[in-house]
């Protein structure tokens, strides 16, 4: 069974830093591209992060860049999203998504992922 399971969330001060996990189980997310999105309250899902296969090629949404990043660990099979500098408009459940078709650097608004996570919770509030 493909599984991506996502960890990490929780509740930071304004300013801060949170590191989220996503986990794959049943495939290797070295050859998968990767996308980051979040959904705050009465609002839409948005991407904000993409990866290509390699990790070499990256999109960042302008809302995180300079200050989210992301990066693979192989050997738990593992990606991470670094998130600094945290603002409340951050406040949102955030997803990982894994598909292993993509040869490119899939656009922050492909939502056509074939793994998702079940999303985890982040809260950005003094």
């Known amino acids: 069974q493909l599984q991506l399971v996502e960890s990490g969330g929780g509740l930071v001060q304004p300013g801060g830093s949170l590191r989220l996990s996503c986990a794959a189980s049943?495939?290797?997310?070295?050859?998968?591209?990767i996308g980051w999105f979040r959904q705050a309250p009465g609002k839409e899902r948005e991407g904000i992060l993409s990866s290509d296969s390699t990790g070499r090629m990256t999109n960042f949404a302008d809302s995180v860049k300079g200050r989210f990043t992301m990066f693979r660990d192989s050997a738990k099979n593992t990606v991470f999203l670094q998130m600094n500098s945290l603002k409340p408009d951050d406040t949102a459940i955030y997803y990982c998504a894994a598909d292993g078709r993509f040869a490119g650097l899939p656009m922050l608004t492909w939502y056509g992922y074939e793994n998702w996570g079940q999303g985890t919770q982040v809260t950005v509030s003094s």
């Open positions: 049943g495939f290797t997310l070295d050859y998968y591209a």
